[in-house]
């Protein structure tokens, strides 16, 4: 705005020394003379101060140049910092430890057997249940912790994650507690009872809310473990929150199928499974915290 103005006084005084000029030829010579001298020296007082205020908006326009890299330099930084299956160094000095590299099973195995199940595989940064092989399960134990993953459950998928889970059992969820993964919508589970949700303890405590996205959209789910306190988040919401061994979670396993399973939610350390319930599930940013 400034330079437009000085160009219009610019403009103006050319046109008021040239009219001058004109009168003087008819009538005054010598004073149309010092009204031409007096109007160019107008003329190139008002050109420099063109030339200084070109010179600020250059230097304004470099400046905004200069900060919108900055920021791209800053939003790249972020970018980075958010790669999948990558911890950020505050994420390493706060005690985070990935459970997958992003690249291979390694840390992994079957519940049966020292070795990884068949019908798990790694591509692009994702595990992913994709056949039939059994469930995968954490190499090491962990008592208390805090779990945090990504996952995406395919169209009328199940799946679950179970925690503080033994081999005594002949299956994993006889000893360990289940954080539900369902598409709600579809899966015929759902119609049993919110109990049944994503999110859910699985066939006891259902969700407080539906915080879950649709099949085929990514979660984020937490699992918060401490001595016998437990929660379950899903997408920033915790939505589940009870006592192992209380009063009210023993009513809830006698009137369960798990009361068939004396080791069920017994244990106060074991691994971490991921369920193969003959659908396809992927996972991602699988971390772990281990809590004093």
Do not use: C
């Amino acid at each position: 705005m400034k330079t437009h103005t000085l160009m219009h006084t610019t403009l103006a005084l050319v046109l008021s020394a040239g009219v001058a000029g004109l009168g003087a030829q008819e009538s005054q010579p010598a004073k149309a003379k010092e009204q031409s001298k007096e109007a160019g020296s107008a003329i190139k007082d008002a050109a420099k101060e063109t030339g200084k205020a070109a010179a600020e908006v250059g230097k304004t326009i470099g400046a905004a140049a200069v900060g919108v890299a900055k920021g791209t330099v800053a939003a790249g930084k972020a970018m980075k910092d958010a790669v999948a299956n990558e911890l950020s160094a505050e994420e390493k000095r706060d005690g985070w430890v990935l459970l997958f590299n992003g690249t291979s099973l390694d840390g992994w195995r079957s519940y049966s057997s020292a070795t990884p199940p068949d019908g798990w595989t790694v591509k692009d940064g994702i595990l992913a249940r994709t056949g039939s092989g059994g469930d995968l399960m954490t190499v090491g134990q962990y008592a208390s912790f805090i779990l945090d993953l990504d996952y995406r459950i395919s169209e009328g998928g199940n799946s679950g994650i179970m925690y503080r889970v033994t081999t005594e059992g002949e299956r994993p969820y006889h000893s360990g507690p289940e954080y539900q993964i369902l598409d709600n919508e579809r899966h015929p589970d759902a119609k049993n009872g919110r109990d049944r949700f994503a999110g859910a303890n699985y066939a006891l405590h259902p969700p407080e809310k539906d915080a879950g996205n649709p099949a085929g959209q990514w979660n984020n789910a937490r699992i918060v473990v401490r001595g016998n306190h437990v929660e379950h988040w899903l997408n920033g919401e915790r939505v589940v929150s009870y006592e192992l061994g209380s009063d009210d979670w023993k009513r809830r396993v006698a009137a369960s199928k798990f009361a068939e399973w004396p080791i069920y939610g017994k244990a106060p350390r074991g691994h971490i499974v991921l369920q193969d319930h003959g659908d396809l599930v992927e996972f991602r940013n699988i971390k772990i915290k281990v809590l004093e």
